[in-house]
């Protein structure tokens, strides 16, 4: 039984590190023209979501390291001037990104003993907040960083600012999105965010 459900783990691991990258290459596809220095809005982090609420922290991270790998195997574009600055725009833009949203998982716990589906609800949203935010530093660090020179002549605020606002044009949506889809599959089909033990999933009537 412990090898059957190892077995099954680690599928739903590859299957949401897959879904998430294929996500990710299309909706980078469709905003390229928008966001000229990456980024996009989406479902992408929806699959690291559900796995992190699903699984916890560390499943959640080992899906979205995957993800890291695969986005990098399509190829890296870092604009450093030396190799310890490049490992880091790496870092930043591709490595930590999306394993920061897995810390959503913070808040598995209490989504789980929470007592009504509006509590759930609250710390479905809070995750994904807290995910989004801590991604969302990730890019605009790298963006203050590394992209200092896409910022308009002129810009108000400066290249911090300019970054916060690029970033957070594709991000805030995305938060958003992914909150609200979170929040839906919890309404239609919670036993995707919980662990069925025995037959009892930990489902609630709302109220």
Aim: hydrophobic share 50%; glycine share 10%; with cysteine.
């Amino acid at each position: 039984m412990k090898k059957k459900n190892l077995v099954g783990e680690i599928s739903e691991i590859a299957i949401m590190a897959a879904l998430a990258f294929a996500l990710d290459t299309l909706q980078g596809g469709i905003f390229r023209g928008l966001f000229p220095n990456g980024g996009s809005i989406g479902f992408a982090m929806l699959p690291i979501l559900v796995i992190t609420f699903r699984r916890g922290v560390v499943d959640g991270l080992i899906s979205a390291f995957i993800l890291s790998f695969l986005q990098m195997l399509t190829g890296i574009y870092a604009i450093a001037d030396s190799w310890y600055m490049v490992l880091l725009q790496i870092m930043l833009d591709y490595v930590i990104a999306y394993p920061l949203v897995a810390m959503c998982g913070v808040f598995k716990k209490a989504f789980l003993n929470s007592k009504d589906r509006k509590q759930q609800m609250k710390y479905l949203i809070l995750g994904c907040v807290v995910g989004g935010m801590l991604k969302l530093l990730s890019h605009y660090l790298a963006g203050v960083i590394f992209w200092s020179s896409s910022c308009p002549e002129g810009f108000l605020g400066g290249p911090a600012l300019f970054s916060l606002v690029y970033n957070g044009e594709y991000m805030l949506p995305n938060i958003i999105i992914n909150a609200a889809l979170l929040c839906l599959i919890l309404i239609k089909q919670p036993s995707i965010l919980m662990i069925n033990n025995g037959g009892n999933t930990n489902e609630i009537q709302a109220n």
